[in-house]
């Protein structure tokens, strides 16, 4: 009787690794949410939803967007980070994901310990653009302008904290010159005010500026990037220009929340790096001013961790706080 009561046991223990094992096999096996801390529209909304289409067909289930708007993306990020690590709540995020730990006074999460890092969909630069009414053709014309008018140029912004004012303050301290921040909600805002006049120059993102620019309607003077924009060919990079410490560069990638099983985000990981290799879908993300990058957990959580650092410098310096 003793030994028939120990084969059930083995049997059942076997079993239930086995049926483990097997459930293990079949993720997904239901809808996966993306959040996007933002609400519908801008480029980070724009990149999840050129994502979702092309990995729901890679990995065989429905992939719905989840837009979650407020405190500067803090509140749709906080939802993945509380959500259970099982691989249906994931988090599209951007380059907030590591100024915000900076520049608000506490988080209700932990950015490096709360989530996990999946995939880096792609990387973007940022272009300087001047208004045609300022003398400048170059990024060191720019900064004589700025260093013998101190205090009386100024430049506008997508809002305070934004990487479009971050990218300012950063040239600010790089390039020894004072300019007025003047922030706007929303980069496109910003442009409006940019074309008309109202201001000087921006930080702009490639994708709202580059046609502006190749219309001749504003001067654009460097990218921030390591590279040449391909939309931008003719524009240099602000380290060609003299400037390699203000070089900018924002990232998208996608996270979990801390603890989802490793082989569960080895298969997002793997469909993701899939689906940016496509040529639709490359094309679709550089079209955004995004250039497609597919690189894996260790590496997007490397970058996370530096660019945490060199951003808290800036950030400090610079006294940025957001309530």
Request: hydrophobic share 45%; aromatic share 4%; no cysteine.
């Amino acid at each position: 009787m003793r030994g028939t009561l120990a084969v059930r046991v083995v049997l059942l223990v076997a079993g239930l690794a086995m049926a483990g094992a097997a459930f293990a096999q079949v993720y997904p096996s239901r809808t996966i949410r993306m959040v996007v801390g933002y609400p519908p529209g801008g480029l980070t909304d724009g990149v999840a939803r050129t994502l979702q289409p092309r990995l729901a067909e890679a990995l065989g289930q429905q992939v719905i967007v989840d837009n979650r708007g407020g405190g500067g993306s803090t509140i749709g990020t906080d939802i993945v980070a509380k959500s259970l690590p099982d691989g249906y709540t994931l988090l599209v995020a951007d380059q907030a994901l590591i100024t915000n730990p900076s520049l608000y006074a506490k988080l209700p999460y932990d950015t490096l310990k709360d989530l996990q890092p999946v995939a880096l969909v792609g990387a973007a630069s940022l272009v300087i653009v001047v208004h045609p009414s300022l003398p400048a053709r170059s990024v060191n014309d720019l900064v004589a302008i700025a260093k013998a008018r101190p205090g009386d140029v100024n430049y506008a912004s997508g809002g305070n904290g934004t990487a479009t004012h971050l990218a300012g303050e950063l040239f600010k301290q790089v390039a020894g010159v004072q300019m007025v921040h003047i922030p706007y909600k929303g980069v496109g805002l910003a442009i409006v005010d940019l074309l008309g006049g109202h201001v000087s120059i921006m930080f702009s993102s490639i994708g709202a500026a580059g046609p502006h620019a190749n219309a001749g309607k504003i001067r654009a003077l460097a990218v921030t990037g390591p590279s040449r924009a391909p939309a931008l060919p003719a524009v240099p990079t602000l380290a060609e220009s003299g400037y390699p410490a203000a070089s900018v560069v924002g990232y998208w990638g996608v996270l979990a929340p801390a603890g989802v099983a490793r082989d569960i985000v080895d298969k997002l990981s793997g469909a993701i790096a899939t689906v940016v290799k496509r040529p639709d879908m490359h094309q679709r993300l550089v079209d955004q001013g995004v250039d497609p990058t597919g690189s894996g957990p260790a590496e997007y959580g490397r970058i996370i961790r530096a660019e945490i650092g060199k951003w808290a410098k800036v950030i400090r310096q610079a006294g940025i706080k957001v309530d």
